[in-house]
């Protein structure tokens, strides 16, 4: 319980940084793509503005997965974390290809006389926005890591898409200023690419977890050295792991000699679970299955 405690306070730190500095952004880069006449800014300005209800799902999503176990969710709720960042890919999805159909109207038109320069405020809204959506990516990232939060990494580069899509809105703006208006529209569409790809790989990566995917080798092999290093454990016989949400669940089973009692080979097996999830916090649970061997037969 206190180790979803501290997840989710995380999470909600982080979250907060995250909503306070994207309502900032959001109303800042609106105004100066009114004002500086700026398609693309508006558009970076939509983007932030999906930043913020995000960051809202990742929260929600979050204080469901940190519950325990109860009755009906014997293996917990953690999975409820996939389903946020799932919304979260939807959202970012639906926003990329708005602001797509947009731009692609402005650029099949073919009446580029028309459309406006953007002023230099736009400038500086893209500058601050490359600066502030990247600072917000490194320090959402970190605290991913650090918990292990599925949600929280999606979060993270939702701001480094923001971020790469206020360049191209930058490199845009710059375009339509030196005598291409064209530029700006163009800068738009780059944006939705950014969108959409960022959504995908959201997505595709929570669904792995929905799955139950088995995580990734080098850990299974990290968990199978730890393992063979117990006294009494002769070898590793089998190794299967599980990705559940933000947590792993793993089954092993070891040989050990077929000629100790049960007692002695059930506390090889108790060390066993004990000291791999006590090296791997993202690992729940463990089952450890112990196999008959010969002490000749040592692997």
Known sequence: ?????????????????????????T??????????????????????????????????GVKIASKGSDKDHPYGHERFECVAAIILAGVLFSTGLGIGRGAVEDIISGNYKNLAIPGILALVAAIVSIISKELMFQYTKVH??????????????????????????LIGIIGARLGYPIFDSIASLVICL?????????????VDKMVDSACEKDMEDEIMEVAKKEEGVLGIDKLTTRV???????????????????????????????????????????????NPCSAFAIR
């Open 244 to 290: 559940f949400g933000s947590k792993i669940y793993v089954d092993i089973e070891i040989s050990a000699d077929g000629g100790k009692t049960l007692t002695e080979t059930h506390a090889i097996a108790e060390n066993v679970h004990d000291v791999i999830e006590n090296t791997f916090p993202s690992v729940k649970h463990i089952m450890v299955h112990v």
């Open 194 to 206: 950014f969108i959409v790809k960022a959504a995908y790989d959201i997505f595709k990566d929570s």
């Open 1 to 25: 319980m206190e180790n979803n405690f501290n997840f989710e306070k995380t999470v909600n730190r982080v979250s907060t940084v995250s909503i306070m500095g994207n309502l900032f952004l």
């Open 144 to 169: 991913a890591k650090r918990i292990n939060s599925s949600a929280l990494m999606a979060d993270a580069w939702h701001h480094r898409s923001d971020a790469l899509s206020s360049i191209g809105a």
């Open 27 to 60: 109303l800042f880069k609106f105004v100066a793509g009114i004002l500086a006449s700026s398609g693309a800014m508006v558009s970076d300005a939509i983007h932030s503005a999906s930043d913020v209800f995000s960051s809202i799902i990742v929260v929600i």
